[in-house]
Structures are given as C-alpha cells and as structure tokens.
C-alpha cells in the first residue's frame, strides 16, 4: 500500500510570510491588470482561456504578450491562495478564522479569473471593466484581514480606542470605498477605459478623440468632481480623526496607521489632480491605480488597528 501523503507542519511565522506574499502579489496584480489597460493590450488575447483560438501561449506581439503575462500573474496568485489555505490547516493550532479567510481569496480568485473571461468575451464591457477592479479590492481587503490575524492570537477583540473613535474608522472605511468606486467611474469615462489608448495632451482633447473607446456614459468632468470631492472629505475626517488620537503618542499603532493614511491620501490627490490636468498619461493613470490600492489597503489597516484580542488588554484600559 501507498503511504498516506501528510503534508508538513507550518509554523505561524511561516504562515504569516506566506500570507504577505498572497497580499503582495494581489496588489502586484491590479497593477499588472491596469498596465493592460492602459497599454491597450486588453484585447490582445482573444480568447479564454487560450490567448487566441489557435494558440494557447501569446506570440510575438506587444499586446499579447502584456495580456499573456497578466494572466501568467494570475497563476501565481492562484498558487499562493492555495498555499493559505493549505497552511492554514497545518498549523500547529487549527484556527477556523484563518481557514475561512483562505478559502475567500481561493473563492475570489476563481471569480475573477471566470470574470475576467467574461470581460475579453464581452469585448471589454466598460461596467465589467470596473467590477474587475472592484473584485480585486474585495481580494486584497480579504488578504490584508488574513494578514493582520495571521500575526495574532486567536481568540475574542476589544476596541482598543474609544466608541468616536472606532466610529471614525468604520466612516474612512466607508468613504475609502465611496473615493474608490468614483474612481473607477471616472477611469470608466475617461479615454483609458477600453482596449484603446488615445494619445492626447489634455483631457478635454481625450474626451473629443474620434477612436476613444467605448465609455461609461457618464461626463468624465462629472465624475472627476464628484470624486475628488470625496477624496476631499476623506482627508478631512482623517485629519479629525488624528486630533482625536494625539493624546494616545506618537507610538501607538493607531495614530502610525492614521498618519500613513494621510500620507498616501494626499500623495493619491495629488497623482490624480496631476494626471487630470496633463491629459491623463497612462504612467500617472498606473499610479494612480496602485496609489487607489494603497489608500484601501491603508484604511483597511487602519481600523484593524482600533482592535485588540482581549488577552493583550493588559488591565482593560484602551491605549
């Protein structure tokens, strides 16, 4: 008879690499995903999951080579999601919120990879377009919870700051999906929402551009407004926020969270009004892109931050 196969023992530091590495490579690829975009390479594999109907790899051509790495990207992921979860059930004390969390990202990459055949089948749907995106936050937020738990006991939280406070961090973790889905609209809108790019110098030369593709019918000026107007409004509650956390120090994970969320909120506008007046260039779209990743990631952290596992409560007091 054939020996049972065991797989090994992971420890929890090893487990906590293992779920940074999955974070890291979920971000990697919304960039990834974005520089097909905007490279104009969405369309470059015309078939799923074969990149064209007679050939199953990308040949010389730019476009399908971008698109063809993209999806490669997505195998990579695929491994480290699966490692997760396999980790999670080897670890020297079965935790069912760790299981759960992995079995998400597993369940959140097989959707977008069926999505994103969707998405090239439907000649790149400018609203499947962004649930694209929208998906891909949902794996990072489920990856960066996997994350932050991985390093902690398992076991029952505590709000580790007072009820106004907790309650500003649920409302950035609002207004952060608010500032991000009117992003997306705005991308949606504007000249780099299909798989063409239009060379211009000006966002008003964008929106006239006679081989822009297909949009979202919604005034990218419209949009814009609209969404730095809320990113506006983000920063505001962010900075009102961080008054209420001085008295806790400099060194209190909390006020460090809430600070480098101002951070990359600030450096986020500033790519964004950038971009906007200079014709939207694809580069300062890419990093915008990523700097949009970073802010949810960002106040993600930082509400996980505002919690405690009660057995760290030291004598009950909040920090």
């Given amino acids: 008879?054939?020996?049972?196969?065991?797989l090994p023992e992971v420890s929890p530091a090893a487990y906590r690499r293992i779920t940074l590495v999955a974070l890291a490579l979920l971000v990697f690829i919304v960039v990834?995903?974005?520089?097909?975009?905007?490279?104009?390479?969405?369309?470059?594999?015309?078939?799923?999951?074969?990149?064209?109907?007679?050939h199953f790899v990308a040949q010389a051509e730019t476009h399908q080579m971008i698109e063809f790495v993209n999806r490669a990207i997505t195998g990579l992921v695929s491994?480290?999601?699966?490692?997760?979860?396999?980790?999670?059930?080897r670890l020297p004390s079965r935790r069912r919120d760790l299981t759960w969390l992995s079995v998400g990202l597993v369940a959140g990459v097989v959707a977008q990879i069926?999505?994103?055949?969707?998405?090239?089948?439907?000649?790149?749907?400018?609203?499947?377009?962004?649930?694209?995106?929208?998906?891909?936050?949902?794996?990072?937020?489920?990856?960066?919870?996997?994350?932050h738990r991985s390093r902690l006991p398992h076991g029952p939280r505590r709000p580790r700051v007072e009820p106004g406070v907790l309650w500003l961090g649920r409302t950035l973790v609002a207004l952060a999906v608010a500032v991000i889905l009117s992003g997306t609209l705005v991308t949606g809108s504007g000249p780099h929402s299909g798989h063409t790019t239009v060379k211009?110098?000006?966002?008003?030369?964008a929106l006239r551009a006679p081989d822009a593709p297909?949009?979202?019918?919604?005034?990218?000026?419209?949009?814009?407004?609209?969404?730095?107007?809320?990113?506006?409004?983000?920063?505001?509650?962010?900075?009102?926020?961080?008054?209420r956390l001085r008295?806790?120090?400099?060194?209190?994970?909390?006020?460090?969270?809430?600070k480098a969320l101002l951070f990359v909120c600030m450096l986020q506008g500033a790519i964004g009004y950038t971009q906007y007046f200079t014709g939207v260039p694809p580069i300062l779209v890419g990093l915008h892109v990523l700097g949009a990743t970073l802010v949810w990631l960002a106040a993600v952290h930082l509400l996980l931050e505002m919690w405690v596992p009660v057995e760290h409560a030291g004598s009950g007091t909040r920090e």
Avoid: Y
């Avoid at 211009?200 to 030369?205: E, F, L, N, P, R």
């Fill in 214 to 243: 297909k949009r979202l019918p919604i005034a990218v000026h419209d949009a814009a407004r609209f969404h730095g107007a809320l990113l506006i409004l983000l920063l505001a509650v962010i900075a009102g926020l961080l008054v």
């Fill in 114 to 147: 069926l999505l994103g055949a969707v998405v090239v089948l439907t000649d790149l749907n400018p609203w499947l377009v962004q649930g694209h995106f929208v998906v891909s936050m949902l794996l990072v937020l489920d990856a960066a919870v996997l994350a």
């Fill in 79 to 89: 491994v480290a999601v699966a490692l997760a979860v396999l980790g999670s059930v």
């Fill in 1 to 6: 008879m054939l020996p049972s196969l065991r």
């Fill in 200 to 205: 211009v110098s000006t966002t008003a030369q």
């Fill in 247 to 258: 008295h806790l120090g400099a060194e209190s994970p909390v006020f460090r969270a809430g």
């Fill in 32 to 54: 990834t995903g974005a520089a097909v975009r905007l490279s104009g390479s969405g369309l470059g594999c015309t078939d799923w999951p074969n990149c064209t109907d007679k």
